[in-house]
């Protein structure tokens, strides 16, 4: 604390460093085709151009999809389904065949980028773990002898159900039958050949399964009072940056921290039987608007991985009629079967640019959504709301955080310069606080513009710290 001095040369530093938070993440789409009413692959990509979506995954490599995504600038990820593993594990010339027929003939005018092999292997009835490493590694060597090693990834979709513990998230780890078989033996394949692990992350089934405990502004990143980490005292305002760190804690905890992620699947139904509470468009609008606004704001990762961007893939584009289980698995969709969205959901930065600048006109989630929650501080009074840092965030996490807040975030920070009305207390988190408060204020106190990767939670009351006022709306 000590050393944090406001001097003449804050605001070239706030410049130097604006771009600590500047990183942002990717956002795509899950392309699922269990539907007997879909457009055409032809119509699909034009409908993905024309809402500016660059990134897709699919669950095959249907060749009308492939053929269909050349020289169309789109992103892709592949996917071998699970019935092939077995085949794939055990013969290299399965392997090869498979990546001359299905990926070689395809790229580089289909931009494909990763390869799933395999999807929610562990939970796949069919007894297919172990021949997921030896699939992924025959199909490596396989990219290997085209050249294609360096520019297209290999890895492996897993459930949530793969944990055996996710809450607190630093309690995060693996199934212990999982371990050696199969989750170490796979982070050492991926951190050799500089791939990444897919995780399929739906806070929708755990709030649906928990709603007693888990409060639904929580899962849908609206205002609350947040979750703290028994174990490493972060904060929590999300159940989405919950569940990704929890699998990131069981990561860690077999050393492999150097290891990426990527989101290969999430999502919230537009509607639901009766039983599957929560499931709804308001709701859909809520969690899938707030996680875009959320990756493309350039907030930053999760409290554990706060450099790493989140990079996510929506499930899914299409409502799919022909999906079996709960009504709820068949209303994933962004789009219905005529183009139309179900729900208006940013998809772009630059969608997400437009909503700060245009203001709401009531119409459905257009912006996020306010809070469900009666007691919850959003439906104070306008203007009766503040930001404020969150101590335990650590010094290096709130320097950042001003410097963004002051710097690209554009909040008026003079007041705490050296002299100024709010210097003293001259602390880093009185400092952070008043940073982050002008910051909310200016974005008017928008979900997700008080959080700041968790360095930061909304409070009811006017902060005090020495004598210092803290504006309440611009
Ligand atoms: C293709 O997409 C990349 C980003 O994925 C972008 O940088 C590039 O400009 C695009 N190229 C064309 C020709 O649109
Ligand atoms: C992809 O590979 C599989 C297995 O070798 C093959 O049956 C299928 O025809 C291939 N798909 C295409 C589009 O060539
Ligand atoms: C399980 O394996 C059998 C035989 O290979 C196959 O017919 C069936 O489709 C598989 N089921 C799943 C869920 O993959
Ligand atoms: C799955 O594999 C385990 C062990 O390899 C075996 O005990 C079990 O019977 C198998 N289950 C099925 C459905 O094949
Ligand atoms: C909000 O704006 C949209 C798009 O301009 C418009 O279609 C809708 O009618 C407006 N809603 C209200 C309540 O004014």
Not at 17 to 44: C, E, H, W
Not at 167 to 174: D, E, K, L, N, W
Not at 450 to 465: E, I, K, L, N, W
Request: include cysteine; aromatic fraction near 10%.
């Amino acid at each position: 604390m000590a050393a944090f001095t406001v001097s003449h040369s804050f605001f070239f530093l706030l410049l130097l460093s604006a771009s600590a938070f500047a990183d942002t993440g990717m956002i795509g789409i899950n392309y699922g085709r269990i539907a007997n009413n879909l457009p055409t692959p032809d119509k699909v990509v034009a409908l993905l151009k024309s809402h500016g979506v660059d990134r897709i995954k699919l669950y095959d490599t249907d060749s009308t999809v492939l053929t269909a995504l050349a020289n169309s600038n789109i992103s892709v990820v592949v996917a071998l389904p699970n019935e092939l593993l077995s085949s794939a594990a055990g013969d290299q010339s399965f392997a090869d065949n498979w990546v001359q027929a299905n990926i070689s003939k395809y790229y580089p005018s289909t931009k494909i980028e990763a390869i799933a092999v395999g999807n929610e292997v562990f939970v796949d009835p069919n007894n297919t773990t172990k021949f997921l490493v030896p699939a992924m590694k025959n199909l490596y060597n396989s990219l290997k002898k085209n050249q294609l090693d360096s520019s297209i990834k290999i890895s492996s979709p897993i459930a949530l159900s793969a944990l055996q513990n996710s809450y607190p998230s630093s309690s995060g780890s693996f199934k212990t039958e999982l371990i050696e078989p199969v989750i170490k033996p796979m982070l050492d394949f991926l951190r050799q050949t500089g791939s990444y692990l897919m995780v399929n992350a739906y806070p929708f089934f755990a709030y649906t399964a928990n709603t007693d405990v888990i409060s639904l502004d929580y899962a849908l990143f609206k205002e609350n009072s947040g979750n703290v980490d028994s174990g490493n005292g972060l904060k929590y305002t999300n159940l989405f940056d919950a569940q990704i760190d929890a699998v990131f804690a069981a990561m860690s905890a077999l050393n492999f921290n150097d290891v990426k992620m990527v989101i290969t699947e999430t999502g919230w139904p537009s509607a639901g039987d009766e039983k599957e509470v929560g499931a709804g468009e308001d709701n859909a609008a809520a969690y899938n608007g707030n996680l875009v606004r959320r990756v493309l704001s350039g907030s930053g990762g999760t409290p554990l991985r706060p450099k790493d961007p989140l990079n996510v893939y929506l499930f899914a584009l299409f409502n799919e009629n022909q999906k079996p289980g709960p009504t709820s698995e068949r209303n994933y969709g962004l789009f219905y079967p005529n183009e139309q969205k179900v729900y208006v959901v940013p998809l772009t930065q630059a969608e997400v640019e437009n909503e700060k600048t245009t203001p709401v006109n009531g119409s459905k989630s257009q912006a996020p959504a306010p809070s469900s929650d009666e007691n919850d501080v959003s439906k104070a009074k306008v203007g009766q709301t503040w930001c404020v840092a969150n101590g335990k965030a650590g010094d290096e996490k709130l320097q950042k955080a001003i410097d963004y807040a002051c710097g690209e975030g554009g909040a008026d920070c003079r007041p705490i310069q050296d002299g100024s009305t709010c210097y003293d207390p001259n602390t880093l988190e009185a400092h952070a606080s008043y940073a982050f408060n002008s910051y909310y204020q200016k974005n008017s106190r928008k979900t997700g513009s008080c959080d700041f990767g968790g360095a930061a939670y909304v409070v009811t009351q006017s902060p005090r710290y020495g004598n210092c006022e803290f504006p309440t709306g611009y």
